[in-house]
């Protein structure tokens, strides 16, 4: 997505800047591997200075995290899933979070590169929510494994029965069953892409027709989806995962 002063241009893949032993690299590829580089020494940063005397954001940042813990807890009713879980749930939302909101900072794509923008919000990019859906579906999956054992966990999905009393045919109950796990990495991709991608179509078309108090007003409502979505990504992957942990009927 490009700025006013060049009209009014959506784009809904990334650019590919150039190419490294082949491989494409784009500008949300880029982007993604500044931000990560930032996020690690912004958490290395607050470990170093936490201290049994906690700062204000080490207050915060105890709050949030503590509260998180206990609603996992709650949610799942089972302690030590919790221990296990917290942490993907936690890195999912703080990631999410984190990558909304350094779309907001100035300039971040007014720096060009072989007549590309360098750097592009990364979840404008389809591939980076698909990324981060696969890696939900792969905990989802590999945590019903370990809770309930592969063959209790596969019972799901294949629920053999007996017709007449002889002939072993699939449920297909079990064949919806597989089908709608799979339907969850597109459900959790395409809501994160779509919810950001139009939030910023709609900044845009405000920028286009005004320069005044809209565009201001709708970049306070962005910084709230953000929020917004990356709890709802959170929240969705914590529910699959209690689904996926639950005894068969």
Same mark, same amino acid.
Do not use: C
């Given at each position: 997505?490009?700025?006013?002063?060049?009209?009014?241009?959506?784009?809904?893949? *990334? &650019?590919?800047?150039?190419?490294?032993?082949?491989?494409?690299?784009?500008?949300?590829?880029?982007?993604?591997?500044?931000?990560?580089?930032?996020?690690?020494?912004?958490?290395? +940063?607050?470990?170093?200075? *936490? &201290?049994?005397?906690?700062?204000?954001?080490?207050?915060?940042?105890?709050?949030?995290?503590?509260?998180?813990?206990? +609603?996992?807890?709650?949610?799942?009713?089972?302690?030590?899933?919790?221990?296990?879980?917290?942490? =993907?749930?936690?890195?999912?939302?703080?990631?999410?979070?984190?990558?909304?909101?350094?779309? +907001?900072?100035?300039?971040?794509? *007014?720096?060009?590169?072989?007549?590309?923008?360098? /750097?592009?919000?990364?979840?404008? &990019?389809?591939?980076?929510?698909?990324?981060?859906?696969?890696?939900?579906?792969?905990?989802?999956?590999?945590?019903?494994?370990?809770?309930?054992? /592969?063959?209790?966990?596969?019972?799901?999905?294949?629920?053999?029965?007996?017709?007449?009393?002889?002939?072993?045919?699939?449920?297909?109950?079990?064949? =919806?069953?597989?089908?709608?796990?799979?339907?969850?990495?597109?459900?959790?991709?395409?809501?994160?892409?779509?919810?950001?991608?139009?939030?910023?179509?709609?900044?845009?078309?405000?920028?286009?027709?005004?320069? /005044?108090?809209?565009?201001?007003?709708?970049?306070?409502?962005?910084?709230?989806?953000?929020?917004?979505?990356?709890?709802?990504?959170?929240?969705?992957?914590?529910?699959?995962?209690?689904?996926?942990?639950?005894?068969?009927?």
């Amino acid at each position: 997505m490009h700025g006013a002063e060049e009209g009014l241009k959506v784009s809904l893949k *990334s &650019d590919i800047l150039f190419n490294f032993l082949g491989f494409p690299i784009t500008n949300t590829f880029i982007t993604s591997l500044l931000l990560s580089f930032l996020l690690i020494f912004f958490v290395i +940063f607050i470990i170093k200075k *936490s &201290d049994l005397r906690p700062s204000k954001l080490q207050l915060v940042m105890e709050f949030f995290i503590a509260g998180g813990y206990d +609603f996992t807890k709650q949610s799942l009713g089972d302690e030590k899933l919790a221990k296990k879980v917290y942490p =993907l749930i936690a890195s999912l939302f703080f990631v999410i979070l984190f990558f909304n909101l350094t779309k +907001f900072i100035p300039g971040m794509e *007014s720096i060009t590169f072989n007549g590309f923008h360098l /750097f592009k919000p990364v979840h404008s &990019d389809l591939n980076m929510t698909l990324a981060l859906a696969v890696v939900s579906f792969i905990a989802i999956q590999a945590l019903g494994i370990i809770i309930l054992g /592969f063959w209790k966990y596969g019972n799901k999905f294949i629920q053999p029965k007996l017709l007449w009393g002889f002939l072993p045919i699939l449920n297909p109950l079990g064949i =919806l069953e597989a089908v709608s796990e799979f339907a969850k990495i597109i459900s959790l991709s395409f809501r994160l892409f779509v919810n950001i991608f139009v939030g910023g179509v709609l900044i845009i078309l405000l920028q286009e027709l005004t320069h /005044f108090m809209l565009p201001i007003i709708a970049m306070m409502f962005e910084v709230f989806v953000a929020f917004l979505q990356a709890g709802i990504f959170a929240l969705l992957t914590l529910f699959y995962i209690k689904l996926a942990t639950l005894e068969p009927h």
